[in-house]
């Protein structure tokens, strides 16, 4: 049974990450993160960001696009289609094995598409970029707008969060009261981050 490999899942987050013109630290550590949780070796991660860098050519709204297999350019998709087959290694285009979605289960096209929200939320704005290609894939992969929405909701709590954490360490000193203040915010977005596990695998049940 195809379906997406880790290897195109990485590509797929990393030319997300590229659609806004500029890949912040905070989305590298984040997509730092994802390849552990994937299994995904350094040398292959490494690899992924490699072969992505060799179309920084394309301009934002093509590689927006080239993400969603409707770029107006015969020549761009060309172009990606074979670079991107080459790079997988085999007859399975990197279009194809998101084409088959149908053997993934809801929670993991699901998760796809809360990774991608969190890269789009690490640096602060989740551009409209960003935004178009979520939603290119939630309509795709006919996740529920329900769990879409509610997915948008934790990512901007989570936002609030952080930022009410730099407030807190730009304010107070060092000391007793602002880590027992920056402990309730861990405490917070770790729950946030628990509701989305819950809610995730509940839709393998």
Do not use: P
Request: hydrophobic share 35%; aromatic share 10%; with cysteine.
């Amino acid at each position: 049974m195809i379906g997406i490999s880790k290897k195109n899942e990485g590509m797929l987050y990393y030319f997300y990450m590229m659609s806004d013109g500029e890949i912040t630290h905070n989305e590298e550590k984040l997509f730092e993160k994802i390849c552990v949780e994937l299994g995904i070796a350094e040398s292959e991660k490494q690899e992924i960001i490699s072969s992505c860098n060799d179309i920084l050519d394309f301009n934002r709204a093509s590689i927006e696009n080239v993400l969603c297999g409707k770029s107006k350019s015969k020549k761009v998709m060309e172009i990606a289609e074979g670079f991107l087959s080459a790079f997988n290694g085999s007859s399975d285009s990197f279009y194809n094995s998101f084409e088959t979605y149908e053997h993934e289960s809801e929670d993991k096209l699901t998760s796809i598409i809360w990774n991608m929200i969190n890269l789009g939320y690490a640096d602060e704005h989740f551009t409209d970029e960003e935004k178009r290609i979520v939603k290119h894939f939630v309509k795709k992969w006919n996740i529920k707008e329900e769990i879409y929405f509610e997915l948008i909701d934790i990512a901007d709590t989570m936002l609030a969060l952080e930022k009410q954490r730099e407030w807190l360490l730009s304010t107070y000193a060092k000391g007793k009261k602002r880590n027992e203040k920056e402990k309730k915010i861990d405490k917070a977005t770790n729950e946030l981050l628990s509701d989305v596990k819950i809610t995730i695998k509940e839709l393998s049940m």
